[in-house]
């Protein structure tokens, strides 16, 4: 043990001296973050860096895009959407529709396996949709992608048939969502509130890659490739994800070649990897964007929100809008990499087709936010702070204290928003304490967050729903318009995409004069890979880290 | 004013002559002093302020611009000037600093005199809490304590937390120190004489000890400055801070989660922190020439011969 040891430490140290002198890659895996090694020398081990972590691996409740990225990965959906942005087939052969749109059946590819290497069946994938009609409070997180289904059924082992209450317009985009979750591990929870608990710290699938092992506190992840898997097992042996509290410490080990494939480098950093040897960054307008969340929580709302009264004037909203210099928060958070923010439907949706281009983000103008909140009838106090019939428009700011973009976010709209006598005290949080703060408990003044929209429109749209409004549910910023959510549904059962289009830009018309949200910027995906040591990655706007990508990713031949 | 202070003035015209011949300790004082000079004239040293953008011809931050003309230390990732952050960052570094370290000696002084002027009950009561105190880890302490408190949602500013929770956790050594030297003092004779003509324990500690203790009390807040002052950095480079403020530690903040080092913008990180080492390198000299010549064989020296003072020879305390 003690020999190992002293193997270990003079390997670690003859690492840090090799990647020290600037040598580029070092070709041993010179002690990198993640013990774990493979058994055999010769395995294809992928060590994925990035800055986050699932925040659970159940799906009924999983909120980061993190969680996603691993569903993807050990969950397989009906269809779901390939790189080239059409829906292909993940469980299912083939699909179609009734003629009245209401019934649609999906036929299962031959040969499906799950982990465990027991069969799957229609009948399980059946039921797993019908888990989440069924209890719509636990499975919080996919309730959504279940809106007009009446049920599934299973009418042979091989055919899945599932049957809505009316016409569905996005229904290939919805199924993408709805994995295939082993029935035994989600069958025995008597409330919404334990199937919410439940950690699922070893899912089992039916996609390319099987869960080897998760620990959260360490922020590791590790994932096998499946051999079993239907489109054909993956050339890669092992995945590990490892967490990186930091962007510098996660590019440097890049750098070293201690990490194959970056998630999310941070603007700041872009160009410098751009120019890494044996490293290839790719770029790409991607479906994010970052915002400013306004608390909207309405005042009936139990428990009874902590927001700021002077939050729910218009005026105070606009004049909020107006003091936030988009160009700059571009310029200095994404060096430049971004485009200012209008709608919560970013352009990228459908190629353009749903973002709404005839909404313009407000110009950035101190002295004309001064005159909105002058006009409003906030009297500047002596400290510099507006105060209107006792009400101080003093902010807390608070935002995930993980992100490298945020406490810069926080720190220029504070110095601007103080230039309008608007008190904003930012506040770095930990990520799941500032959830449990915001939806359906209103906790909180103002919170910059991003999100990182679907393929289609319904999701981004839903985040604005009243009856997400909920525990576990999508609305953080307790918006609640009947008006809105009635479009929402219209828009849901539109076939005719023209007819959608209109409901959605309604909708986004709405959002943007009632501003839940002040939407900041689109942003830019930016990821890294060692080319010298992978290669064959699908780069495409869903990120080059997709099932779809990973499946297919070969070492290079040395 | 009282004899002893007269007699505490002097001591400190003394001491200066015997200072001034110690070239490391003058080296001391220089860097504490431009610290301290550069934070109360920061507004005369640059044109910027702290959250000014520097912009180029097109109206576009120049962010990680390297040092030139109108930024002479460049710009951080926000097109801010770094010099500009630098001397108003030390006026919040300073100050925390100072406060904190004042805080802390204040209180382990007092604390120190009342348990070895008391003793019995009252001294194994405050040594015992700072015997905890001691045991647990200084900085994951402070740590949670920032973070839970700043949760609480009390209107006190971020800074006054920090100033407080470093001030009231930072004053064990003091304490300990404080204590054994008052341990000694009370047992001259000096003190039983004063006690026997009938002073009171508040004459006794205002007139008789606290002169005594005076430099040694000096001393260590001079040493305990500079713990504060990395403290303060160490809090705020943890994203503690005030982030509205520039201070040393925030600009260390950012400039580590906003990838300076990828970028090679050393003219972001290395400022603040050669800053955070000037001026602890200046207190940590300053204290530990100080502390050479405050040693208890030169403290009894210039106590001898005082009008109206019993003074101490070597062979009645023993020393």
């Known amino acids: 043990m003690r020999n190992n040891l002293r193997v270990f430490v003079i390997i670690t140290i003859l690492g840090l001296i090799i990647s020290a002198c600037g040598g580029g890659a070092s070709t041993a895996n010179t002690g990198g973050p993640v013990t774990s090694a493979p058994d055999a020398t010769d395995a294809a081990v992928l060590h994925i860096g990035w800055l986050g972590v699932p925040d659970t691996l159940n799906p009924a409740y999983a909120f980061l895009t993190e969680a996603y990225s691993i569903f993807d990965l050990v969950y397989s959906p009906l269809v779901t959407e390939s790189p080239s942005g059409e829906y292909v087939g993940a469980l299912a052969k083939e699909w179609s529709a009734s003629d009245d749109h209401l019934t649609w059946t999906f036929a299962l590819k031959d040969g499906l396996k799950w982990h465990n290497g027991e069969d799957f069946t229609a009948d399980q994938m059946a039921w797993a949709i019908n888990a989440v009609i069924a209890d719509p409070d636990g499975w919080a997180a996919l309730s959504g992608y279940v809106d007009g289904f009446s049920e599934a059924t299973a009418p042979d082992a091989k055919t899945v048939q599932i049957v809505t209450e009316y016409p569905i317009a996005n229904m290939e985009y919805r199924l993408s969502f709805l994995y295939a979750v082993y029935p035994p591990d989600f069958e025995s929870f008597a409330s919404p509130e334990e199937l919410q608990n439940f950690v699922n710290d070893h899912p089992i699938g039916t996609g390319a890659f099987k869960m080897n092992a998760f620990d959260k506190d360490r922020g590791v992840l590790i994932l096998d490739a499946n051999k079993e898997y239907v489109d054909g097992a993956p050339f890669l042996d092992q995945v590990i994800f490892q967490k990186f509290d930091a962007a510098d410490a996660m590019i440097q080990a890049l750098k070293a070649g201690d990490i194959d494939l970056v998630l999310g480098i941070p603007a700041s950093a872009y160009e410098t990897v751009k120019n890494f040897q044996g490293v290839k960054a790719v770029a790409f307008e991607g479906r994010g964007f970052d915002e400013l969340i306004i608390n909207d929580t309405s005042e009936d709302n139990d428990p009874p929100s902590t927001g700021n009264p002077a939050l729910k004037d218009p005026a105070v909203r606009l004049a909020l809008e107006t003091a936030t210099n988009r160009q700059d928060l571009i310029d200095i958070v994404l060096q430049s990499l971004g485009k200012p923010g209008s709608t919560i439907v970013p352009p990228t949706l459908g190629g353009g087709f749903w973002h709404n281009p005839e909404i313009k983000p407000v110009e950035f103008d101190i002295a004309k936010a001064n005159q909105i909140l002058d006009e409003a009838g906030y009297i500047m106090g002596a400290d510099g702070v507006r105060v209107k019939d006792g009400v101080r428009l003093e902010f807390r700011l608070q935002f995930d204290a993980e992100s490298s973009n945020y406490p810069r976010i926080a720190d220029l709209l504070s110095d601007w928003y103080k230039q309008i006598g608007v008190k904003a005290t930012p506040q770095g949080m930990d990520a799941d304490t500032l959830i449990a703060a915001m939806t359906a408990v209103g906790d909180y003044d103002l919170v910059i967050w991003g999100w990182v929209a679907d393929p289609d429109p319904d999701f981004i749209l839903g985040v604005m729903l009243s009856d997400q409004y909920t525990p576990g549910g999508w609305n953080d910023s307790g918006y609640h318009n009947p008006a809105y959510d009635a479009l929402y549904k219209k828009q849901q059962s539109a076939i005719d995409k023209n007819e959608r289009q209109e409901f959605v830009y309604e909708m986004q018309e709405m959002v943007y004069n009632d501003r839940p949200y002040i939407v900041l910027y689109y942003d830019v995906a930016l990821q890294a890979y060692r080319s010298d040591r992978f290669t064959n990655f699908i780069e495409s706007p869903l990120g080059i880290e997709i099932s779809a990508s990973l499946a297919q990713v070969k070492p290079v031949d040395k | ?319």
Not at chain 2, 9 to 14: A, C, K, M, Y
Not at chain 2, 38 to 67: E, K, Q, Y
Not at chain 2, 131 to 153: F, G
Not at chain 2, 230 to 246: H, V, Y
């Open chain 2, 1 to 319: 004013m009282s004899d002893h202070w007269k007699l505490f003035l002097r001591n400190l015209n003394e001491f200066w002559k015997a200072f001034r011949r110690n070239k490391l300790g003058l080296v001391g004082g220089f860097l504490i002093l431009t610290a301290l000079l550069a934070a109360i004239f920061a507004p005369a040293l640059t044109p910027h302020s702290a959250v000014d953008i520097m912009r180029d011809s097109n109206g576009r931050a120049l962010t990680f611009a390297s040092p030139a003309m109108h930024s002479p230390l460049g710009t951080d990732d926000a097109g801010h000037d770094v010099w500009a952050l630098l001397i108003y960052g030390a006026r919040i570094s300073l100050m925390v600093g100072f406060l904190a370290g004042f805080i802390s000696m204040f209180v382990g002084s007092s604390l120190g005199i009342i348990a070895g002027y008391f003793g019995g009950a009252v001294d194994t009561l405050v040594m015992r809490v700072t015997d905890i105190l001691m045991v647990i880890p200084d900085l994951p302490l402070m740590l949670v304590l920032v973070a839970t408190i700043r949760q609480m949602d009390l209107k006190v500013s971020p800074l006054s937390v920090l100033i407080l929770v470093i001030g009231l956790l930072y004053w064990t050594s003091a304490a300990r120190l404080i204590r054994s030297q008052t341990l000694t003092i009370k047992e001259r004779q000096f003190v039983a004489r004063a006690r026997a003509i009938g002073a009171g324990h508040w004459h006794i500690v205002r007139k008789h000890i606290l002169p005594q203790l005076m430099p040694l009390i000096v001393t260590n807040t001079v040493l305990i400055l500079s713990t504060a002052i990395l403290i303060e950095s160490g809090l705020a480079f943890l994203g503690l801070g005030d982030p509205t403020q520039p201070s040393w530690g925030t600009m260390l903040n950012f400039a580590f989660s906003r990838s300076a080092i990828s970028n090679g913008a050393w003219w972001f990180y290395l400022p603040p922190g050669i800053a955070i080492l000037w001026v602890s390198l200046g207190c940590i000299l300053l204290g530990n020439v100080l502390e050479e010549m405050m040693n208890p064989r030169l403290a009894a020296h210039y106590l001898e011969g005082d009008k109206g003072m019993i003074a101490i020879t070597d062979k009645e305390t023993g020393l």
